[in-house]
DNA sequence: GTTCAAATCGGCAACGATTGCATAAAAATT
DNA sequence: AATTTTTATGCAATCGTTGCCGATTTGAAC
């Protein structure tokens, strides 16, 4: 059995009480320099470590934060977690990451898991099946800090960040049109999701601005958001067995990008037939074949701006009420 | 102030006594039947949670294993978690994840936070820059279960689960030679890890199969793992610029075989000239130019079975002393 | 010699939940 | 009516730590 040194060990073998050992530990004003000494001496020759669950019941502060992103697997969502870490460590906090792998029932227990576990606020980016948010409401409504990236939602008044999906995709859409391209199809996201609407904006806007009709019936949704493969498959078959057939396709999400390249390997396309570009923070996009031009985001930038808006809400003496919502810009990588 | 609701409220609200509340919320035989339900019913309504800190520092289980990788953004360790995950929380187990971007430093920090936030056991692959186990030594012989995967020791009794990694370099060597490939490079990981020396015996003794004398000369370290692009395409660099040029070149490490798909981009080299094959579990290598004929390997029931060797050792109620090593086999796909 | 203050240290309580033991009240038995 | 049994509930300790108050000792000042 696991059972690491505690305070009253020490105390009893000292034959100190335990607030004394604690105040020596702590180098307190009040404890004499030779208690100390034989305190702290005693403590290192048994391996002493504060216990935190100890001190996050006493205190309801454990200086650890919680995250919770759809996928581990998801290149985005690694980045982001690498510049939540590179910040968070700095300023003396531990991370909790957890994953949702899109189920909202999976969010619903990660969520209240890491609230009960007393970490001191929440960074999240909303499931794709997630509709209900009253759990997280009532976390927030009862003072746990949390901050929303990428995927956020308008229901809770806090700090976001987000990428700016409309001018992204806005972007993207316009190089496929620059590249002489007219029938343009979109690949989209799960409808509930932030991002899914403004990109799928951002992409009705360039076609406008370039006097190309909008036509509905080359918009597909992929509900599951490329978490399976077969739905993105179906869904470039059934635009390219249309009549009018598309000769570019605008994807608007990062795993739905991977799975229509895989989809046009599969189908045995001509690239030059169809132009594909998509969102894509894969940090191998730019080896794959059919190649593909991407939006990239700002994916580590993104985790440190969140982790910098939590700590801010988590330090503060009094409670904030002026709340921002950053939007980084994207870049766009054109690939010949 | 995130303050959820206690035992206590509840029972100052109800005018009962902590012990009866607590004895109703868990079904206790001895309450009666009305005031089970009136404290059930508040509960409720007051959006009860038993706080699992408490539980934690009173029973000393968190119901929580830990889990230390070195990268996220490794595909082969986010499948392996996906595979923890699968079952740890069938069996009510929540998971916490940490990284340690292969620093010594950042793992001895999450593996004692981990320990001293009392996870019932631990996961863990270990870092390419640890040499000094002691830290680990220390926690697994004060009773902390510890179960190591993929990148093991053998410093540490317990038990462990990790690929065919010498048959799986033997596999991909032989593949080369079949495709009468004579002068084999090898580009490998830190010498420090188990894998590396296991895919290097492998590589070897497919090599003198074949009656192909071993040039020590052909071999390139890269003791960053693939972690940075630059040494890699150094490697890569140097190897091509040999008299004795190799016309293949086998990759033991997953993200080292990216950096020299890219490296050989890079560089320019004909595909045809140079025949790549290398380990890798990134779910988009079959879309990569130029191709890798690559050595998968069972992340998904790694961590299946890891898991399920932690939670033996957390659930046995005697000691156990008698440990297993499992050998996963690896899958080999061809490309021409 | 008396009073007071500083210097050290111990004891108690509390954080939230659980549980063995004791106790109270009600019901059943004699 | 007295006693036992059943039923329901409260008390206190526990986990590790720390804040607060009180106690003791020592020395100095008057």
């Given amino acids: 059995m696991y059972k690491p040194a505690t305070i009253k060990d020490i105390a009893l073998a000292l034959k100190l009480s335990p607030s004394t050992v604690s ?13 100390k000494k034989l305190v702290m001496d005693y403590a290192k020759q048994v391996n002493y470590k504060s216990n ?11 200086y650890s934060i919680g995250i919770v992103v759809p996928k581990l697997a998801n290149s985005f969502f690694s980045q982001a977690i690498a510049g939540i870490e590179s910040i968070a460590y700095e300023r003396g906090y531990h991370t909790i990451i957890t994953q949702t792998h899109d189920s909202s029932e999976r969010e619903l227990i990660n969520v209240n898991h890491l609230a009960q576990r007393s970490v001191d606020g929440l960074l ?7 509709s209900d948010y009253t759990f997280l409401k ?47 199809a979109l690949l989209s996201n799960a409808p509930q999701l932030s991002i899914t ?22 918009i597909r949704n992929c509900v599951k958001g490329g ?14 067995a249309l009549a009018d057939k598309p000769d570019a396709i605008f994807i608007s999400s990062d795993r739905i990008s991977i799975s229509c390249i895989r989809a046009l390997k ?5 690239p030059k037939e169809i132009a594909i570009a998509g969102f894509s923070n894969s940090d191998v996009v730019d080896l794959l074949q059919p190649s593909l031009s991407y939006v990239k985001q700002k994916s580590f930038e993104m985790g440190q701006v969140a982790v910098e808006m939590l700590l801010r809400l988590i330090e503060s003496k009094y409670p904030i009420t002026e709340f921002e919502t950053r939007i980084l810009d994207t870049e766009l990588h054109l690939i010949k």
């Fill in 23 to 35: 105040r020596a530990l702590r180098d307190g004003y009040e404890i004499s320099t030779e208690t």
């Fill in 52 to 62: 935190p669950i100890a001190l996050s019941l006493k205190n309801r502060r454990s």
């Fill in 124 to 130: 999240i980016s909303m499931s794709a099946g997630t």
């Fill in 138 to 184: 009532t976390l927030h409504d009862d003072g746990l800090p949390i901050v929303f990236f990428d995927r956020i939602i308008s229901e809770i008044e806090t700090f976001k960040v987000t990428s700016d999906n409309f001018r992204g995709a806005y972007n993207a859409t316009e190089s496929l049109i620059k590249a002489e391209r007219k029938k343009i």
């Fill in 197 to 218: 609407n403004e990109r799928l904006a951002g992409y009705m806007s360039a076609l406008a601005d370039h006097n190309i009709p909008f036509k509905p019936e080359l």
């Fill in 227 to 240: 978490n399976d493969y077969q739905e993105v498959e179906d869904a470039v078959k059934d635009l390219l």
């Fill in 266 to 270: 599969n189908l045995n396309f001509d």
